[in-house]
């Protein structure tokens, strides 16, 4: 069965800092894999989505991650973080019909 | 235009009651969904409907009753609420090729 593990529950960084969040996804087929934020009190909005084609994949506002079939990884990544980045972020695998979701990271940035 | 719209977003209500939450997306897709968000933020999945007819259905108690009348709505009613029901409600749709879930807002639940 598919599953996801975010490896960190927060982290915290300074505004500027470069800034990864860890997914690792378990999958005996082809994975369609995602990430989402959800800032407070909002519904969750798509970051970036791998299906196939270029390992390295490009999102909005600026993050960016890479699929990585050897180590079963899936990472988040920004170069420079915003206040406005904070939010928690989730990975997630498509399972048949239906997207699993990591718990979550929370990522907090303060100046 | 909102694409997933759900009422309403907020519900507070006493132990035992009866409520229900309604969705509907314009985005044209076939596949719908609710999902439950609970006080730790961990989502999970409730029910599926595919054009209608329901495809997942995960270990939920039978007091949680989907409808879909058609593939734009789906809505969702609770029977004998218990305080354990207190989360957040998403409601999602999407195109089934790519799998990708388009979210509405959430409807916030709170058992008294």
């Known amino acids: 069965a598919q599953s996801v593990t975010q490896l960190d529950s927060q982290v915290p960084v300074f505004e500027e800092a470069p800034v990864e969040l860890r997914c690792n996804y378990s999958?005996?087929?082809?994975?369609?894999l995602f990430w989402y934020v959800q800032y407070p009190n909002q519904g969750l909005q798509l970051l970036l989505k791998?299906?196939?084609?270029?390992?390295l994949v490009k999102g909005i506002n600026g993050f960016e991650a890479e699929f990585n079939k050897s180590q079963t990884s899936f990472h988040l990544r920004k170069p420079s973080v915003h206040i406005s980045d904070t939010a928690e972020y989730f990975c997630?695998?498509?399972?048949?019909?239906?997207?699993?979701f990591g718990k979550g990271t929370t990522l907090s940035v303060s100046s | 235009d909102t694409a997933v719209s759900q009422t309403p977003k907020y519900l507070v209500t006493q132990m035992g009651n009866d409520k229900s939450i309604k969705c509907e997306q314009n985005?044209?897709?076939?596949?719908m969904y609710w999902y439950k968000q609970d006080s730790k933020k961990f989502l999970k999945i409730m029910f599926s409907?595919?054009?209608?007819?329901?495809?997942i259905n995960e270990t939920v108690p039978n007091r949680f009753s989907p409808k879909s009348p058609d593939k734009a709505h789906l809505n969702l009613h609770i029977n004998s609420l218990e305080l354990g029901d207190s989360a957040v409600y998403f409601c999602?749709?999407?195109?089934?090729?790519?799998?990708?879930?388009?979210f509405g807002e959430g409807s916030r639940l709170t058992v008294l």
């Open positions: 999602a749709s999407s195109p089934f090729s790519t799998g990708e879930l388009f």
């Open positions: 999958s005996s087929v082809s994975v369609y």
């Open positions: 791998y299906l196939s084609g270029s390992t």
């Open positions: 997630a695998v498509k399972a048949g019909t239906a997207l699993i």
């Open positions: 985005l044209g897709h076939d596949t």
């Open positions: 409907y595919n054009n209608k007819e329901l495809i």
